[in-house]
């Protein structure tokens, strides 16, 4: 199992890299232990692996343009492919620790246009009104399901047909999320939302543009939206206007520089778009609480122990 304490995420978006061990095996167990993540919570992003986890200890916080759900020691849940979302820790009091499968749909559809995917994988995959499917043990059914997703972590790499049987436990979990999953399925499609679509447009802009100065203007204008759509799009679904994602973004950047390079601390304020020294120390101290050569030694302090 792959033990995880930061994320990857593909040049210029926030859709996660996800190291698979092959490309013709897309699946992983991840140990993601939280605690040492350099912030209490994990950026906007999307992937388009399934991602099923367990949590082992502690309480996260997973945000969607469409609300929040809690997640506790001993429960389990399910983040649909290609869903944006967020995670946050909820205390520190407690050690953090998150069991991940994440895995290509592919690797249970098999072919494309299989009846597997066609019945079975994509109706889920493709509804844009599953996002996050909770597991908690004091619900009818539940318990039995956590325990398959828990008891899947237990399969070894080094045994024989680890392969076949790793795609048979998540077929048979797969199978029980398709049934909590019914009653959605089964009500009167809706048309689908492409708003989600448009706000990941303005995030990968943003992604690979933040170094420049960008216009809400021009922002919009990579989604085809106008400024007031844009504005809205942003409040909706993440709270926050386009002036504040794209600080926030820079700030990440920042530490991202700040920790991993010995790049000068005048050179990160303009290659994260924060300008000159004196302006991007009180920017960067507004949003962390500390100084830029503060925020670096403590965490490459931390790389040294």
């Known amino acids: 199992m792959r033990i995880t304490r930061n994320l990857e995420f593909q040049a210029g978006s926030k859709e996660e890299r996800l190291p698979f061990v092959s490309s013709d095996f897309p699946y992983l167990a991840s140990r993601a232990e939280l605690d040492y993540y350099r912030e209490s919570f994990v ?13 082992e200890s502690g309480e996260l916080d997973y945000h969607t343009p469409n ?14 492919s290609n869903v944006l979302h967020m995670t946050k820790i909820r205390t520190h009091s407690a050690e953090n620790v998150q069991l991940l499968h994440l895995f290509d ?30 597991f908690r043990p004091e619900e009818p059914g539940q318990a039995a399901v956590i325990e398959l997703i828990r008891g899947a972590f237990s ?16 077929s048979r ?6 049934e909590r999953c019914a009653p959605i399925l089964r009500d009167r499609p809706q048309s689908a939302d492409r708003t989600t679509d448009k706000l990941k447009a303005m995030m990968v802009y943003i992604h690979e543009h933040y170094a420049e100065k960008i216009t809400v203007s021009q922002l919009a204008g990579s989604a085809f939206l106008s400024e007031r759509e844009c504005y809205r799009v942003f409040r909706n679904h993440l709270h926050m206007t386009p002036v504040e994602y ?44 500390e100084t830029p050569l503060q ?11």
């Open 43 to 55: 950026p906007w992003h999307w992937h388009n692996a399934i991602e099923l986890f367990y949590m």
């Open 67 to 80: 609300g929040t759900v809690s997640f506790s020691a001993g429960t389990a849940g399910m983040i649909n």
């Open 105 to 134: 749909p592919n690797l249970l559809a098999g072919y494309q246009g299989s009846a597997i995917g066609r019945k079975y994988i994509m109706p889920i995959v493709a509804s844009s009104r599953i996002e996050v499917v909770a």
């Open 155 to 170: 399969l070894s790499e080094d045994d024989l047909g680890y392969e076949i049987r790793i795609r048979e436990e998540l």
């Open 173 to 178: 979990i797969w199978l029980r999320i398709f």
């Open 246 to 289: 794209m600080q926030s973004y820079r700030i990440q950047a920042a530490r991202q520089m700040l920790a991993d390079s010995r790049m000068p601390i005048t050179e990160i304020g303009y290659a994260c778009g924060l300008g000159n020294a004196s302006y991007f120390g009180k920017i960067f101290r507004a949003f962390t609480g």
């Open 295 to 305: 925020y670096r030694r403590k965490w490459q302090d931390r790389c040294k122990k």
